[in-house]
């Protein structure tokens, strides 16, 4: 946020240095990450006395202005009415830098030179009454620079975190934890004396705003003074016209947005009311909005008037017609205020506040600060008020003050702890703390702390660990996952940590996983659905890194998944590694062959995870899905339980990301079921007995099928069975298959080799394969 450090330091009973103030600001947690001066660029500017006034040659719209009010007399060229001698204006020479962005020179106006200009208050950035150049009353002599006579205004530019945000975003905010630091507190706002009127305001939805008030006055007919003016602008506002000009000055003040209506368009009485379905209204900026019922208004007998919290009617608005006005003050609930502003795309400084949340016991504190800041030129405004409604009973908070000076392991006594929060606004008591109405954000004793902490100087705190009573402990599914995670990284795979939130729009498809569960509420439309697979994320990453130039790499994602049906949602855990074929790729070198790696580098994944977790994995295929590859794909299961797919990815899905070829793994994983202790098998320390079979391999043959077979004939003594070598020739297909078989206690003979072969030779005969000639 921007704000004027004059306007802070006004609340202070001290005058404090800018520098000062950023520094304790900085401590109090509001980081001042900028300051810079108001009129930078208006340096050269300096007051002038007309010392003549004489028709232009050749314009005769356009007059010559002689004035003094440096080392020599300056003539330049006006079309203004005024400018007369003696009146006193601001003089802007060449290479002044104006606050609209123009930097001056010097223009020639048939065949005059005109060396810079002569200002207007607008062109200042300020307003000051009628007439087209700044005729000045104040003090001060020609030749006096401008920033002098203005005095310096600094802007403060606030890194502020949403937590402060909900109570210091306004300048008596700010001023309130630097008063209390110093040991202050800051005065009260003026009491509002008027009494109030019955039946101008009817509160039908106190839910949503639980207290409103209305005031209704002549309308200001004066701008704001140039000092007010001058904070304004620091603080980020332009100047619009008076009224708005208030209501803004008071919204960056003291925090309360107001609002204004024309008091000859209004039929009272107010009423704040829930929007019936199929309204309408027209708001300030041009907008017909159609409301819902959600939709709360500040109506009168012929309809909507305001959209609550966020903006105002076009047809209650003020124009130059305008010369009573109704002024409101209320407080809104923000997630009503939240839900409205979003449903419209309406973002007002109004809505920002609300949504952070105000203070319902300011209504008519607030109004009587407006009253006497329009009353500071001696001419105090009357006129009439309505209040509805009340404000919330304040929460109370646990009070420990044992527990926060060990939680913050701070030697604090209590009289320093209960007079900060004191000064803070909170009403302390033995064991609990009233909290004050502007503090929405504070609800027990670790909020206390962290108040207690800001204003008695967090440097104060030692750094050290507190210790721990109660050790962590990880449940089993967890420390599965986790060493899961291990072995896929040690593998040489990246883990990459995504959103769960995905974009529910589009036609699903091999690229697109069907959506089930979509939010309510989101955020963005990019984010309004719960993902069903990781592996989009996956590619997504994939493409991201090599649009930017970064070399693609294995990756894996640990992470939840939303599946079932919106009536009965399932969350799993689940695994999804995705390696590009590609060479020169840091894998595990038991998990692929050299080179390129390839699919099989990803069954050897699931391979090795079975092994080293002991999980019960099998691959097997059928059953083919459409976003891998038809014929480079099996299923993974868990003893008759479908866990999840490996294979390559299908070149469809690949082409929609613009990738390479590429393999996939994913897999549920889900705590595995108690199992005993895996048991220690004793190598044998007998030499195997190695025979390669070289079959013919009917076509549509699967090799699980054929394993499963090779297993039942080869007995215990079989110890692996791998394809080895393939030959394709006249015969057909030729398929090697490496047996090697151990016994555990002696060494096998040719003859028993021979024996396990010839029983492998007619199970496969079943299967259509024989061997070779």
Not at 50 to 60: F, L, T, W
Not at 347 to 358: I, P, S, V
């Amino acid at each position: 946020m921007e704000i004027a450090a004059s306007l802070i330091g006004h609340w202070l009973r001290e005058p404090m240095p800018v520098e000062a103030m950023c520094a304790r600001l900085t401590r109090l947690g509001y980081e001042v990450v900028e300051t810079r001066p108001l009129d930078a660029g208006l340096e050269p500017v300096r007051l002038v006395q007309v010392v003549d006034r004489r028709p232009h040659p050749s314009r005769s719209r356009l007059a010559i202005v002689t004035a003094i009010g440096g080392t020599e007399p300056v003539e330049v060229v006006t079309g203004a009415a005024n400018g007369l001698p003696g009146e006193r204006l601001f003089y802007a020479p060449p290479g002044t830098r104006l606050p609209d962005g123009r930097t001056l020179g010097t223009r020639e106006f048939g065949g005059v030179p005109s060396p810079g200009m002569l200002c207007s208050a607008g062109e200042l950035g300020l307003r000051a009454g009628p007439g087209d150049l700044w005729v000045w009353k104040g003090p001060g002599e020609p030749g006096d620079r401008y920033t002098d006579l203005m005095g310096a205004e600094t802007i403060l530019v606030i890194e502020m975190t949403p937590n402060l945000a909900q109570f210091a975003q306004s300048a008596r905010g700010l001023a309130r934890d630097l008063a209390a630091e110093a040991g202050g507190r800051l005065p009260c706002l003026p009491a509002l004396q008027t009494p109030t009127v019955p039946g101008r305001v009817v509160l039908r939805a106190p839910d949503r705003c639980p207290a409103y008030a209305l005031y209704e006055m002549a309308l200001p007919d004066t701008d704001l003074p140039i000092r007010l003016q001058r904070q304004l602008r620091a603080s980020g506002f332009r100047l619009v016209n008076p009224m708005v000009d208030w209501t803004n000055y008071i919204l960056v003040d003291t925090g309360q947005p107001l609002h204004a209506f024309d008091a000859e368009r209004v039929r009272l009485p107010i009423v704040v009311r829930m929007a019936a379905d199929g309204e309408s209204l027209v708001t300030l900026d041009g907008q017909t909005l159609t409301l819902q019922a959600d939709d709360l208004v500040i109506a009168d007998q012929n309809g909507p008037l305001a959209l609550a919290g966020v903006m105002g009617g076009r047809d209650s608005a003020i124009d130059e017609g305008t010369r009573r006005v109704l002024v409101e003050s209320a407080h809104f609930t923000a997630p009503g205020i939240y839900r409205t502003a979003r449903r419209y795309n309406l973002r007002t400084d109004a809505a920002e506040r609300f949504l952070r949340g105000t203070d319902p016991e300011a209504l008519l504190p607030v109004l009587g600060h407006l009253l006497t800041l329009l009353g500071e030129d001696g001419r105090p405004p009357t006129g009439v008020l309505a209040f509805a409604g009340e404000a919330p009973e304040r929460r109370r908070a646990a009070y420990r003050r044992d527990q926060i000076r060990n939680l913050m392991s701070a030697s604090w006594t209590d009289a320093e702890m209960d007079g900060v929060l004191e000064r803070l606004g909170f009403v302390v008591a033995e064991d609990e703390a009233v909290v004050p109405s502007f503090r929405p954000d504070v609800s027990e004793t670790v909020d206390l702390a962290e108040e207690l902490g800001r204003i008695l100087s967090l440097d104060g705190i030692p750094d050290r660990v507190p210790p721990v009573t109660t050790p962590a402990v990880r449940d089993p599914a967890h420390r599965f996952r986790e060493r899961v995670r291990d072995l896929v990284a040690a593998a040489g795979y990246t883990e990459i940590l995504s959103r769960v939130f995905v974009d529910a729009g589009g036609v699903p498809g091999p690229d697109r996983p069907p959506v089930v569960h979509r939010l309510v509420n989101p955020l963005r439309e990019e984010e309004a659905a719960l993902r069903t697979e990781l592996w989009p994320s996956l590619l997504e990453t994939l493409a991201f890194n090599r649009d930017r130039g970064v070399d693609l790499a294995p990756l894996f994602e640990v992470g939840v998944v939303y599946r079932g049906t919106p009536d009965a949602p399932v969350e799993e855990w689940e695994l999804a590694a995705v390696l590009p074929f590609l060479e020169d790729l840091n894998l595990h070198l038991h998990l692929h062959r050299r080179g390129t790696p390839d699919v099989y580098a990803l069954t050897g994944l699931v391979d090795l995870l079975a092994e080293r977790l002991h999980w019960d994995l099998r691959r097997v295929s059928g059953d083919p899905v459409a976003f891998l590859h038809p014929g480079r794909q099996q299923k993974v299961l868990d003893g008759g339980l479908l866990l999840g797919r490996v294979g390559e990815i299908h070149p469809d899905v690949l082409q929609g990301y613009r990738l390479p070829p590429a393999g996939l793994v994913s897999l549920v994983i889900r705590p595995p079921a108690a199992r005993p202790a895996p048991s220690v098998i004793r190598p044998s320390r007998y030499p195997p007995l190695t025979r390669d079979l070289s079959v013919v391999w009917p076509d549509g043959l699967l090799f699980e099928e054929a394993r499963r077979a090779i297993e039942e004939a080869g007995s215990s003594m079989l110890e692996s069975c791998v394809p080895y070598d393939r030959f394709s020739g006249s015969f057909g297909q030729s398929l090697t298959i490496r047996l090697r078989f151990r016994a555990p206690e002696r060494t096998l003979t040719e003859d028993e080799g021979d024996r396990l072969v010839q029983a492998i030779l007619v199970a496969l005969k079943r299967h259509g394969v024989v061997l070779r000639e």
